[in-house]
């Protein structure tokens, strides 16, 4: 079977993409390489959204939520939820590996769970891949250790421990607040000289307070150079003042992601400045046929793209593809 329409990718965006799919009659496939939104289930356990619950909504569907926030909880079981009501033909564990341009559309190369291969034809591709599972890496020595991780979920295992938390954004600053909350030593290191602007509003002041205080110590102008077993090794970033060791049971290297090129790269698309991927207004990239929608295409301008507007772009690309199909149907 070739299906009007292959979507790469089953979190909010890639949803909305296949409800709006199955509303134009479109025969389509959601690929997930995890579970159904595997990334929002990544998150840190007690995460809360920067936004109200309407922002987040796909398909019509309301998100109900106690606070005017939703947190990970809600969403896990409103998207959940969403792709059992609209019966959506959802793939999951199924990652797609490469798509090759074939002369009907496109043959996409998958592996599934169980180690299998197999291949899926479909005439559009929408890639809407996210961003959070590539994290920015470091480069040091020992960042791949097991005392080491890109990502936070909850502070109890860490109650007692030394914790160190490298970077000031958002993910660091959650993390550094739940861990001291937690009861775990915490200290923050940055590079920059002050947290990041992007904190959010009610979070920021919250950082800075305990950091005043003392509870959460901080070091800034300050790179992590090197993770060793029991401590890491702290250079500051003026290079003319000497290195020196922190104690540390446990690290967090919270610097922020990236959209993962790869899929789009091996196919044809082109990228522009800072990876941003070649498209047009209806998001369809230099490779007729190729969409790509949500922060997928937006290489390291991942602060551009959040659910609220990655949806958009999911309506605006199915439109696209419906009036490209039904054109090419009218000219057989």
Not at 86 to 115: C, M, W
């Amino acid at each position: 079977m070739i299906f009007d329409l292959a979507i790469v990718g089953g979190g909010p965006v890639g949803l909305a993409a296949a409800i709006e799919a199955k509303r134009a009659g479109l025969s389509y496939v959601v690929l997930e390489k995890g579970c159904v939104v595997n990334a929002i289930f990544d998150y840190p356990t007690y995460m809360t959204f920067f936004t109200t619950s309407e922002l987040l909504e796909v398909g019509g569907h309301p998100l109900v939520s106690s606070r005017e926030k939703p947190d990970r909880k809600d969403a896990l079981t409103y998207y959940r939820l969403v792709a059992q009501r609209e019966n959506l033909n959802l793939l999951q564990y199924h990652e797609v590996s490469r798509i090759h341009p074939a002369p009907a559309g496109f043959t996409l190369e998958v592996n599934r769970k169980d180690g299998s291969d197999g291949v899926v034809e479909a005439r559009r591709v929408i890639v809407a891949t996210g961003y959070y599972d590539n994290p920015h890496i470091l480069g040091i020595p020992g960042e791949d250790r097991e005392n080491v991780s890109h990502y936070y979920t909850e502070a109890h295992p860490f109650w007692g421990l030394k914790v160190t938390v490298i970077g000031a954004g958002n993910s660091a600053a959650d993390a550094a607040l739940e861990l001291y909350r937690g009861g775990a030593k915490v200290t923050l290191v940055h590079r920059g000289s002050e947290l990041r602007k992007s904190i959010k509003y009610w979070v920021r002041p919250d950082l800075e307070n305990r950091i005043k205080e003392g509870s959460i110590i901080a070091h800034f102008e300050s790179r992590v150079v090197e993770i060793l077993q029991d401590r890491v090794i702290v250079q500051p970033v003026d290079l003319e003042s000497p290195a020196w060791e922190l104690e540390t049971d446990f690290t967090f290297a919270l610097v922020g992601y990236t959209a993962n090129t790869d899929l789009l790269e091996g196919a044809g698309v082109k990228l522009l400045e800072d990876r941003l991927a070649q498209m047009n207004e209806h998001f369809e990239t230099n490779v007729h046929g190729l969409f790509v929608c949500g922060s997928a295409g937006f290489g390291d301008r991942t602060n551009q793209v959040f659910i609220e507007n990655g949806r958009i772009h999911a309506l605006a690309a199915v439109a696209e593809i419906a009036r490209q199909l039904q054109l090419q149907e009218m000219r057989v």
